[in-house]
């Protein structure tokens, strides 16, 4: 799987958007970019995930730039229960097989505050 | 039920004992994981089970023993641990036929080695 370079840490206001960057510059073809987050004391939890095109679910926007080099997660109105740590996590689809078929390995993520 | 739930939450063992940790799911999913998190580091994978078999094994130390009985649970056999492997034990399991491949992890077991 791609590496993947994200800040150490970010802060935010409460109500504003919040913007993770995250470079994959050595992405390839068919890996597809994933965001996971871990609030403190819990499990990770999926966020979103895309190949190529702008995604967007009910918990945040995806835009990966056209060279698929870097993406940015947004997070459009944070609030204090969005304080975490985010993982971009760049990897083939489970469906693709190989021998990291199925692995899902994080990096060390951004420590996001949302301050009131 | 979208749950993946581990148990004990908390787990303290002396370096002699043998214990074990347990997961489990129950949303058909047939790809189950074991991650393991230092304090402030990122979850480091450890062992991937692909319908009940064993798929990936990051090169974890024997005195950690991955059991999958059946589709919905998943165990840790743990003995002779040392300190450094005090940790937050995770547990992922996915559905291998889904499109996100999106993994959907337990609150982890807290453990602790004296």
């Known amino acids: 799987d791609a590496k993947t370079t994200q800040p150490t840490s970010m802060d935010c206001a409460e109500g504003r958007a919040a913007n993770l960057p995250c470079n994959h510059s050595?992405?390839?073809?068919?890996?597809?970019v994933y965001w996971y987050r871990q609030i403190h004391s819990q499990g990770p939890q999926y966020i979103i995930h895309g190949l190529k095109n702008n995604e967007t679910n009910e918990m945040a926007s995806l835009i990966i730039t056209e060279d698929r080099k870097s993406s940015t997660l947004i997070l459009p109105h944070a609030t204090l229960r969005d304080t975490a740590v985010y993982y971009c996590i760049v990897r083939a689809p489970p469906w693709a097989g190989g021998t990291s078929y199925g692995k899902l390995t994080f990096g060390q993520g951004t420590i996001l505050t949302v301050h009131p | 039920d979208t749950e993946v739930t581990q148990t004990p939450k908390h787990l303290v063992m002396g370096m002699t004992n043998k214990k074990s940790l347990k997961c489990e799911q129950h949303m058909g999913h047939r790809a189950m994981y074991w991650y393991k998190q230092k304090a402030k580091k990122p979850p480091e994978l450890m062992f991937v089970?692909?319908?009940?078999?064993?798929?990936i094994n990051e090169s974890v130390p024997s005195r950690f023993s991955p059991e999958c009985p059946n589709s919905s649970l998943l165990n840790l056999h743990l003995h002779a641990l040392q300190p450094e492997d005090s940790a937050l034990y995770l547990c992922?399991?996915?559905?291998?036929?889904?499109?996100?491949?999106?993994?959907?992890f337990g609150e982890g077991s807290r453990l602790t080695v004296l």
């Open positions: 992922a399991s996915r559905g291998v036929a889904e499109k996100t491949g999106e993994l959907f």
């Open positions: 050595t992405i390839s073809g068919n890996e597809y």
């Open positions: 089970y692909s319908y009940e078999k064993l798929s």
